[in-house]
């Protein structure tokens, strides 16, 4: 028998002439099929954004043509026959008996679904081979081995041994470019009281015929599901991902990591380049990526502390988030992972969450933006929704699946390590050192959305008290046994000892009632 090449929707890697997609360089055409299904479940164990839908399914259906044009023998399963993957497959392999000797598999981005696939191989006694996903410049093993068994890994310390391995942005001399590994100290500024100034155009693709099919099937199937997909615009193509790359190197990287933490009413995209859903859907290597904006700056087009701004996230936070995955899942076991809690986080998330219906501002707009876009750049995902749902103690899990439904870039490898580890804390401190929690003032200084709200940032008690504010030292308060001691909150806990009894208790108060009605902010 020959071998089914299961390719998944999030494994689009481009497929040539000159480069073969990775799972099919050893393909046997007379004896090996390819295989591909779009399985409703996979839209609906989560309740994914429409958008997000849609774009899986247009770029799947594209690269099946291409596949398809260049003769490679394939089984395609359209939305609507199978509940799962894993039931898919298990028909297929039922279906075809003996002609089956062995599944072929790059690893899956979501652990869940190796699962279900293993499941449904050993059922029909199929061998079931997992091949490492050559996408990632690193891979689970690498991740494992550079992080042994440290309680704590730290992201600034893998960047600096990727950028040694894969020599990026290194002197001949096996220095770092400028001298420094970091240039946060350039980037990170607040856009000045005016605003952004004029920002370049978004790039934006126009569906074709086959993805206005996609688009009428999903809003016909998933109707009752949030988000629009009035101005889908989503690169569903590796030509067209590479249009987007080109253009941001152009238009916005030389801003990009001055004003990475600035957000703006009204403006969702800013200098970021909306790369995500492209790079993590494989249509674009992340290889290309980096020497873009390596190139770029070797070329004298861009000052090196917005190339090394954009590369740390590629590079770096990427990588390391994915490592992160892979290596605690295993450690913790997949159930383990998906539901750590390291702070026993248990609150429901307020209804607004699924309407924008929120009158805190930089909520209801960030909020209101996701559902209309699928998409919200890093600091509205982490300082905004994150950081309110850390402070608020809303349930990890409850929000890590509303990150995973809300975002069209949204793939668990990525989505859960972000949301547990870094969001939340709810991995305790092996991703990050200290919890991101931050009141009022931060988002006061890093946008305007302050001057919109009925809230004041700087209250933390009384009827315009900011929901950030008094959440945040409710936050410190009820979590002292576990972080008070944690060197990084040592101001901030200093700040809360200052306090009289009455006033503490006031603290409390004050945010006790704001937990009590957390639908109504
Ligand atoms: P840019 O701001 O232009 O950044 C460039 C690229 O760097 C991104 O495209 C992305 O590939 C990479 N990158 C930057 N930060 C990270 C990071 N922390 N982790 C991984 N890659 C990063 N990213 C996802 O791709 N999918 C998710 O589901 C996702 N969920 C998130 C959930 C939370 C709670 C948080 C705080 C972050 C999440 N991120 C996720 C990371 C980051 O916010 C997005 O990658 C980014 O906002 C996507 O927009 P962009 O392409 O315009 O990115
Ligand atoms: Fe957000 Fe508070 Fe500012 Fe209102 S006052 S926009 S709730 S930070």
Redo the contacts with the bound molecule.
Sequence with gaps: GGTLRLILGDQLHPHTPHRPHPLLADLDPARDRVWMAEADGEARHVWSHKARIALFLAAMRHFAATLREAGVPLDYHRLGRYPTLEAALADTLARQGGGIARVTVLEPGDRRVLSGLAAACRQAGVALEVRPDPHFFCTGDDFAAWAGDKPQLRMEFFYRWMRRRHGVLMTTAGAPAGDRWNFDGDNRDAFPPDGPGPLPPVPRFAPDGTTRDVLDEVAATFADHPGGLEGFAWPVTPAQARVLLER?IADRLPY?GRY?DAMWQGEP?LW??????A??LKLLD?REVVDAAETTWREGRVPLAAAEG?IR??LG??E??RGMYMRESRRRGDAGFAHSNHLGAERPLPAWFWTGQAQANCLAQTIRQTLALG????IQ??MV??NFALLAGLSPRAVADW??AA?V???AW??E???LG??LFALGPVMTSKPYCASGAYLKRMSNYCAGCRYRPDQAHGPRACPFTALYWHFLDRNEDRLGGNPRLALAYRNLARRSPEERAALRAAGEAMLARLDDL
């Design positions: 941001f990009f990475q995209v970021h380049s909306l790369l995500a859903a790079l993590n992340p954009f996230q590629i936070w990427r390391f988030v998409y919200a750049h890093h995902r982490l929704t994150g990150y995973l975002y870039d949204a793939v990525v989505e390590p972000n949301t870094m969001a």
